[in-house]
């Protein structure tokens, strides 16, 4: 499968550090390459192999290196937007951002024709104005984690100066930053606490950045007392199974753990019934299979974290720390 997402996360990270010319230029290359072979997909299932999430990052990686896309690239891009096909699991923010990001990117830098540059800047604005009217009453933009995409994108098209709906959201995002826990996430919220997108990386001038870089000493996270109690369930609906609750466990583990603790508990207290999978992707591990059901992109199902009754979990399985007491759920679910 391509790896376009994590590639074009590394291409933006590394054009941030302002390196010698030379070695990205293989990268770019190679980023063009999957991009391509991201969208062999489309030819059966309607949509990339990955997602139109890692396809927009491709796309706004290569326009921070100054590089052209092809314009059927864009325009699968522009299409997947206008037939609103950029979201899973009720919340499109992330993903319609970072298309928006690269739609701004390409018409600022002037790598896209007139009348190209002017539908995308179109596109942009109209993203923008959902990102408001996504907005929920506590300042959020569909969930935390999304919120400073959200913010990239009214920074980025200038919508900051006039949309009321930024301060609400910066107010809400100063609120929770102790959910910005990984590097992936801080990425995505240090650009926005400074007043930059993404897009800025495009435009640095790095033969003015000074070489302030500082390793940092990181404290081990301080240990927990005693043992809590989880109650672990996994639901699996019509019409995938035949029964909706196939598992239903309390799982002791130490007051500290996570839910990927839990899991790993619930493995070695029955290896031979609870048995689960995950793969590593640049927002931490995700879970991909559970008692042996796969949530996979081409049947468009993935698994839902949520705490009982019915909240989704705004965390990924190695940052929520759930209570003790508390009643988790693993819902195969459709996007």
């Not at 590394?10 to 070695?23: D, E, H, I, M, S």
């Not at 899973?88 to 990117?105: K, P």
Request: with cysteine.
């Amino acid at each position: 499968q391509p790896h376009t997402g994590r590639l074009a996360l590394y291409l933006l990270g590394l054009r941030a550090t302002c390196p010698p010319p030379g070695p990205q230029r293989s990268l770019v290359t190679w980023l063009k390459y999957h991009l391509e072979e991201d969208w062999t997909g489309s030819r059966r299932h309607g949509h990339p192999l990955t997602n139109y999430y890692q396809y927009g990052l491709g796309v706004l990686a290569l326009c921070a290196h100054h590089k052209r896309v092809r314009e059927e690239v864009i325009r699968r891009l522009l299409t997947a937007q206008h037939h609103g096909k950029l979201g899973h699991g009720g919340n499109a923010v992330d993903t319609e951002a970072v298309v928006a990001l690269a739609f701004t990117c390409l018409e600022q830098r002037r790598l896209v024709g007139t009348e190209l540059a002017a539908e995308l800047r179109a596109a942009a604005h109209g993203v923008s104005r959902s990102m408001a009217e996504a907005q929920g009453p506590d300042g959020i933009i569909g969930n935390i984690y999304s919120t400073p995409w959200a913010l990239q994108v009214f920074l980025a098209t200038g919508a900051c100066q006039t949309e009321p709906a930024f301060g609400q959201a910066m107010a809400a995002l100063l609120e929770n930053l102790e959910a910005f826990g990984s590097a992936a996430t801080m990425a995505q919220v240090l650009p926005v606490l400074h007043g930059r997108s993404y897009l800025d990386v495009a435009s640095m001038h790095c033969q003015e950045e000074p070489d302030t870089l500082t390793p940092m000493d990181i404290e081990p996270p301080t240990e927990v007392p005693g043992n809590k109690t989880v109650q672990l369930v996994v639901e699996c609906p019509l019409p995938w199974c035949y029964e909706l609750q196939l598992y239903d466990r309390s799982v002791p583990v130490p007051a500290a753990a996570s839910l990927l603790d839990v899991l790993q508990a619930a493995a070695a207290l029955e290896p031979h019934i609870f048995k689960f999978h995950t793969q590593d992707t640049s927002q931490g591990p995700f879970l991909t299979q559970v008692l042996g059901l796969e949530a996979r992109q081409e049947k468009r199902n993935y698994w839902q974290l949520l705490r009982a009754p019915n909240t989704p979990l705004q965390m990924g399985i190695a940052d929520y720390r759930p209570q003790d007491g508390e009643t988790l759920i693993l819902r195969l679910s459709e996007w």
